[in-house]
C-alpha cells in the first residue's frame, strides 16, 4: 500500500492556481487542493491524507473524509510537520510506503530520517497534471468509441430516429 501525507498549506503556497486564491478565498483553495488530491487518489488508487495547520487555532485535532481523501486539522499548539512526523510513525511498516508531500527542506529532512520518502510541491503538482491529462485522453477515447449499431444506417436516417426520439417531427 502506499500512502501519500501532503502538507496542504504548503502546496497552496506553491501551486499556482492555489496561490491566486489563499489570500482572499483560503477555504476555496483548500477545498480545490483536496479536489485535485481526489482526483489524484483515484487515479493511482494510492490513499491521501492532506494536513492543515491549525497550530493558532484552538480546539482538538479534526478529521474529516473530503471525497475519499483524508483531511486533518492540526489540534491546538501542534504544527502540521508535528502531525506529519507522528503519522508516519503510526503508518511505516513493512507493507507501506510512505510519502510525504512537502517543499519544506527541514521536514523533507526529518520524514526521509524517519523512513518515509519525500516529494516535493512541485513534483506532485507535476503529476496531478499528469493524470489529469491522462483522464481527459481517456474521456475523449470513451465518447468517440461509441457502440455502432447492429445495423448499417446512414447518416440521414440516424438522424432522422434522433429527432424522432426527441419528439421532433
Wanted: aromatic letters at 8%; proline letters at 2%; hydrophobic letters at 35%.
Amino acid at each position: 500500500m502506499i500512502v501519500l501525507v501532503v502538507d496542504g498549506y504548503n502546496m497552496i503556497g506553491d501551486w499556482p492556481e492555489l496561490q491566486a486564491l489563499k489570500d482572499h478565498r483560503l477555504e476555496e483553495a483548500r477545498y480545490r487542493l483536496v479536489e485535485m488530491l481526489a482526483e489524484y487518489q483515484a487515479y493511482t488508487d494510492h490513499r491521501v491524507i492532506v494536513v492543515f495547520d491549525a497550530y493558532s487555532v484552538r480546539g482538538l485535532e479534526r478529521k474529516k473524509l473530503n471525497h475519499k481523501v483524508e483531511v486533518i486539522f492540526t489540534k491546538e499548539n501542534e504544527t502540521a510537520d508535528e502531525c506529519i512526523e507522528r503519522l508516519i510513525k503510526q503508518l511505516k511498516n513493512v507493507k507501506t510506503k510512505v510519502y510525504v508531500a512537502t517543499s519544506d527542506f527541514t521536514e523533507q529532512r526529518t520524514v526521509f530520517s524517519q523512513g518515509a520518502l519525500r516529494k516535493s510541491a512541485r513534483e506532485l503538482l507535476i503529476d496531478v497534471k499528469e493524470i489529469e491529462k491522462n483522464i481527459n485522453k481517456d474521456l475523449h477515447k470513451q465518447s468517440n468509441n461509441r457502440p455502432k449499431a447492429k445495423i448499417p444506417l446512414s447518416e440521414d436516417v440516424l438522424k432522422q430516429f434522433e429527432k424522432w426520439r426527441r419528439g421532433d417531427k
